[in-house]
């Protein structure tokens, strides 16, 4: 027997009554592996009716009125977000989730620095399809919400969670676009929240799992399979020594997990040597603290402090599945910081790449010892673009929390297009600064050219983003310090606990527009 949300005794037993009916008339003999999800908008005035999205007044019209006579009877109108199920009313659904869209009118929130109308659509079809993987139907059709994209991404990102040690695993659901929508936005999203997801999975793996030679080989098939226009080099120790990249070496050497050098080369523009963009991403696979040991608390989570390279390298691979016309380049530099014998000791002095003479007074501020010398060989391919993303600062979560990534940047045109590709994406960015202040913080130095640690205990986060600046020539460079958006507790809906694998749709975005602007 199928029952319905309803709020009264009365009208549960006709409710049940027409249930039977639609039993009747043939519901034992449908297909009940495949749930379907519908929107409706609140209302603009309190004296409006709630408007079902043009795909809901089909449906509607197909049980000839039941879904909006059900949903007058079962209950206040939905608020954002908001889900109801409807059980037995049509042969090929089984079961109809309705979700509530919040108002038609939504656009962009200069306050919020978002699409509101886009966010909306995200977290309501994420908790519709959540619905319906509770009821393990391995199926669900999503009705496009006038967003066909937003309504893939808020599907694909809210039906994912990771599950891959687990024996018993969550019904996995197929998300396909209802009606005869915009397949062609559908597939776009699908996309982008793909490359979130590869992102999440590779921070979210136990860190004895995702070593620098795993992630590596993942990465690489993840690539050879995206394109043909691709390229992976994943260089060794021995050619990490060539380069004389002793920052990087430094912190690897207290490890027994060897490091690599991970690059990669997307060339999609007809122009093979057209200056690329170059995208760096920290790659600590595990992150102790070294012998300035971190507390235990939470020390598991340090598994994602590779997130930099996990993005970035996530971005490359949807760039070059969705073609864009440029040439990419990521680096990652990929390692373990482990306390041993043979670890940095706070007072050692290392030399980088460019030159330049490193103190490390915290071998827990390690993630710009090997980006200062990941940015140093990014120089040498001429790029019209250097971005580095990290997991660099516990300040920097202190400062904006999980509600934006902070971004770095000399170049202000640089910084509005990444603010402008978070606003469609909803994976926000705020600017940061580099002032002057906080370079004379890491330069003021007892051994050496520059102190991996700022003179003070105040602004970590743009201490050291001054720090990686000293490796930058480059006009149009930014910095992105993810570590406050690393995880997702319960902040973004349409993510489930864990690593949230951001901000890689707003990369993707980023390539997108730039690729566009370029053509």
Request: charged share 25%; aromatic share 6%.
């Amino acid at each position: 027997m199928f029952w319905l949300p309803l709020p009264a005794a009365g009208l549960v037993v006709a409710r049940r009554v027409r249930v039977r009916r639609l039993w009747g008339r043939g519901l034992a003999t449908a297909d009940m592996t495949k749930g379907l999800v519908l929107g409706i908008y609140a209302k603009d005035k309190e004296e409006d009716v709630p408007q079902l999205t043009s795909a809901g007044e089909s449906f509607n019209k197909q049980v000839a009125g039941k879904l909006r006579e059900m949903l007058n009877i079962s209950g206040p109108p939905l608020k954002a977000g908001k889900t109801r199920t409807f059980y037995g009313l049509h042969k090929d659904f089984p079961s109809v989730v309705v979700v509530g869209l919040g108002k038609r009118s939504a656009g962009v929130d200069n306050l919020e620095n978002w699409h509101e109308g886009k966010e909306n659509i995200r977290a309501a079809v994420a908790a519709g399809c959540r619905q319906v993987q509770d009821l393990e139907l391995p199926a669900v059709e999503v009705d496009p919400c006038g967003d066909a994209q937003a309504a893939a991404e808020g599907a694909v990102l809210g039906l994912y969670e990771y599950d891959d040690l687990k024996q018993k695993k969550k019904m996995a659901v197929s998300a396909k676009l209802y009606g005869s929508g915009d397949e062609e936005a559908w597939q776009k999203g699908v996309l982008f929240a793909s490359g979130q997801n590869l992102a999440r999975q590779l921070m979210e793996s136990p860190a004895n799992e995702m070593t620098p030679t795993r992630f590596a080989d993942i990465i690489q098939k993840q690539l050879r399979s995206a394109s043909d226009k691709t390229e992976v080099h994943i260089r060794p120790k021995s050619w990490i020594e060539e380069q004389e990249m002793g920052s990087f070496l430094s912190v690897a050497k207290g490890s027994d997990e060897p490091p690599v050098f991970l690059e990669i080369h997307y060339t999609g523009s007809p122009n093979a040597s057209e200056a690329p963009l170059v995208f760096v991403g920290k790659g600590i696979t595990f992150d102790s603290g070294g012998i300035s040991i971190k507390p235990s608390a939470n020390m598991d989570l340090m598994r994602a402090d590779m997130g930099g390279a996990a993005t970035i390298c996530s971005a490359i691979v949807s760039a070059a599945k969705l073609s864009l016309p440029i040439n990419i380049i990521g680096l990652a530099p990929l390692c373990e910081n482990m306390p041993s014998g043979k670890a940095n000791k706070p007072g050692d002095v290392v030399r980088a790449k460019n030159g330049k003479t490193i103190q490390v007074d915290n071998t827990d501020a390690e993630g710009r010892l090997i980006l200062a010398d990941a940015l140093c060989y990014a120089h040498t391919f001429n790029p019209k673009v250097i971005i580095n993303a990290a997991t660099l600062t516990g300040a920097m979560d202190i400062a904006l929390g999980s509600g934006a990534t902070g971004v770095f940047t000399n170049c202000d045109g640089l910084w509005k297009q990444l603010f402008e590709a978070s606003i469609e994406t909803g994976d926000r960015v705020w600017r940061m600064p580099l002032f002057e202040h906080y370079t004379r913080q890491v330069l003021d130095c007892q051994l050496a050219d520059v102190n991996n640690l700022g003179k003070y205990r105040s602004a970590g986060a743009c201490t050291a983003a001054a720090f990686l600046k000293e490796f930058v020539t480059h006009s149009k460079w930014a910095h992105l310090d993810i570590a406050g958006v690393m995880t997702n507790k319960d902040e973004v809906p349409y993510l489930r606990k864990g690593m949230s694998g951001r901000p890689t749709r707003t990369l993707i975005e980023f390539l997108l527009r730039f690729s566009q602007n370029s053509a």
